[in-house]
């Protein structure tokens, strides 16, 4: 019996130490290497960018004028452009470590695997001699010596039962362990993906500014600076600008979605141009918000495939029930995808707020005690109302602490790996917050 729990262990050990089980170490070294250049590439980027916000600090301090204007813009294209490459490098190194912790993950579930084997094997031994009583082992053996040794390498099977169990417990720790730093690492991905697009869009809209200054002005200074006078003169426009929010069913002006905004801060005590800062880039993240689970779309963009089966799920049906919704036909956004169209995280957002359907329950009581209706996450006023009772939790009723609060919006934490999304929410809230003082808000 010892014999074969011996020879058990000694072929476990050697599936342990195989390279089905462990990484090779030329490959760890690669993965070492391709780190260390990547974090030398990621200095280098990171301090080309700290000089052209250096350089747009001083252009922004010199006189408004027309080459000042252009300077400025191709100024921060170059910024913008660095940033774009700086998180495609930071999207590589998180794949990277991806394909590290799923080879950890698949070794120790091939270590979960063969232990159970092993246990189930020394428990049937056990079992097997549970039914043979001290006599039978006495009169089988030759001497009683030999009686007595049997016993005693049975003693001694049951103690490495006890070392095999506790490591298998130990490794279903680690197990679950690095899948939860593999939960954390694609969500890490997710969010530089999101990242990069708005990046992408923010470096769009500069070229295109540039290209319509040019146009406007036709490359004279004097045409820019009869733009400049007619820009102040443009409270009327702003009243009527459309402000687009995603596929609820309506448009509706920037002065309405500016009332609403107000309404909502005196109710949460949060700025109006902050909320509509964050509302605005939550709902103008391109083509990927609000275009999955519609009708007619394929069965890979509905929801019991784009939404995390254990966290949205059923809070999803039970929110388009009380509302009287398909949950079949009413549109989410679709999850993030890498540079080879595989799916990156879960999708499953939510209305003009994007709340995932597990958030929104511990926030619809709370709108509904202020509307005195059900909670409607695509109901244009209730969305606002949410992420102002979300922000406003998270440090938002203070000028102070607005970027960190739309950090915590988009990522849970202040990770500044993620600090573009603060940074350009920021930046909306004070263009916003103009928009506001011309309409007389």
Known sequence: ??????????????????????????????VEQQKTQLQQQLEQIEAQIAQYEKDLVNIKGEKNTLTNKIKQLQTQQSSLALRIKETSLQVEDMEQQITVTKSFIEQNQLRTDALKIEVTEVLHQIQTNDHRPFLYVFFSEHTLFDALSEIQNFSQVADELNVLIDQLKKTRENLAMQKQRLDTEQDHVEKLLTVQTLQQQALIGSVKEQSTLLTQTKGKEKNYQASLTETQKQAAQIRTRLYQLLDVGKQITFGQAVEIAVWVSEQTGVRAAFLLAVLSQESNLGKNVGTCNRPGDPPEKGWKVIMKPTRDQEPFKTITEELGL???????????????????GWGGAMGP??????????????????????????????????????????????????????MRYFSGSTNVRFRFYGDQVVARANAYQEDIEALGK
């Open 1 to 30: 019996m010892s014999k074969l729990l011996s020879s058990l262990l000694l072929a476990f050990f050697l599936l342990v130490s195989s390279g089905r089980f462990v990484l090779a170490a030329e490959d760890m070294a690669a």
């Open 326 to 344: 398909d949950p079949d036909t009413t549109a989410v956004s679709c999850p993030m995808r890498d540079a080879k169209g595989k799916q990156v």
């Open 353 to 406: 707020a994007q709340f995932i359907p597990s958030t929104w329950m511990g926030y619809r009581a709370k709108v509904t005690n202020i509307t005195g209706k059900t909670a409607n996450p695509w109901d244009i006023r209730d969305a606002f109302i949410a992420s102002a009772l979300k922000l406003g939790a998270d440090g938002a009723k203070t000028k102070e602490g607005e970027w960190a609060a739309a």
